[in-house]
């Protein structure tokens, strides 16, 4: 029987996972953020009152087996006009969506399209928006987006509003996994929202799965200060019912031109000894430019899908 592997998170950095696990002779589940609300994901949100297709387009593209045709179909970002930022994708399953009623319908419809294997579930099937209270003067952000390009200050207290309940097939999935992946993505924008979630924590110390942390690549301002991977750790683990038992972070150089700004996350020297953490070259050795048309922030280094798969699989045949 194949081992199943359910990676929780957004979509940039769980579809890089799924890319690195595809055809490995595992199971895979993507359980994904329904919290973003920036770009063109925002707009079909607003307009049509849809759930967010962003996140979920990203995996099912790491997941499919169609044709180039089709998944630059679904990847394609129009750059001017009235659709100028929006994705085609995210239009098809706005329309699916729409033209069924359900969600999961469009998210099954597209998965024939694109001829996906494995799962990719919406974490909540509740329209709900992600708030922060942070800093002393208890500063509150509404949305995704507005979160993400602010600098988060410590305390913060996240919440969802309205409250969501967790997808009784995301509960299904976490419950039977043999590998529960969090992240790689932003703490407070992609991951923390997945987590916060009414059931995730109780669905998780149900399960008994290993739990692997893949810590970011470099820091943001949405992190407060954080720097260590030690500390990405220990903020992630407020969030679950158990600590994790094995942290992934990079110890590969980030490529020429990527900026002053993004600086990298490691161990730390006081925490060498902690035997939870693995240091790799996980780094993609290129800076990731921006599709045209795109006009959200984007980290500009990525994970590298092979190599993040590779060290993955290593973990999950040792347990």
């Known amino acids: 029987m194949k081992k199943h592997i359910v990676v929780l998170g957004g979509g940039t950095g769980t579809s890089t996972v799924l890319t690195g696990l595809k055809d490995r002779g595992v199971a895979l589940s993507a359980i994904v953020s ?3 609300d920036g770009g063109s994901t925002g707009i079909l949100r607003k307009e049509l009152g849809v759930l967010p297709p962003g996140d979920i387009r990203q995996c099912l593209l790491a997941l499919s087996n169609a044709s180039d045709e089709v998944k630059n179909l679904f990847g394609y970002r129009f750059s001017e006009g009235s659709l100028k930022g929006h994705n085609a994708g995210n239009l098809i399953l706005a329309a699916l969506e729409k033209s069924s009623g359900s969600f999961t319908s ?3 419809s597209a998965k024939e399209i694109l001829k996906v294997e494995g799962d990719v579930i919406p974490v909540t099937l509740d329209q709900t928006t992600l708030h922060v209270i942070h800093g002393e003067k208890k500063e509150e952000i509404v ?13 913060r207290s996240f919440s969802l509003e309205p409250k969501a309940s967790l997808n009784p097939r995301a509960k299904k999935a976490i419950e039977g996994a043999d590998l529960i992946i969090i992240g790689p993505g932003s703490l407070g924008t992609s991951l923390i929202p997945v987590l916060i979630i009414d059931g995730m924590k109780e669905s998780i110390a149900a399960s008994k799965a290993k739990i692997l942390f893949n810590v970011n690549l470099v820091t943001t301002a949405g992190d407060g200060g954080l720097s260590g991977a030690h500390d990405f750790v220990e903020e992630i683990e407020k969030y679950l019912p158990r600590p994790i038992d094995i942290a992934l972070y990079n110890t590969g150089d980030l490529p020429v031109g990527v900026g ?4 990298p996350i490691a161990i730390g020297d006081d925490r060498e000894d902690d035997t939870r953490f693995f240091g790799l070259p996980l780094v993609k050795n290129e800076i990731v430019e921006k599709k045209a048309g795109d006009v959200l922030k984007r980290s500009p280094v990525k994970h590298d899908p092979t190599a993040l798969g590779d060290a993955i699989m290593d973990y999950l045949q040792s347990v």
């Open 34 to 36: 329904m919290a973003d």
């Open 106 to 108: 469009a998210i099954d």
């Open 143 to 155: 949305g995704e987006h507005l979160i993400d390009e602010a600098a988060i200050e410590i305390p």
């Open 260 to 263: 002053v700004s993004a600086d």
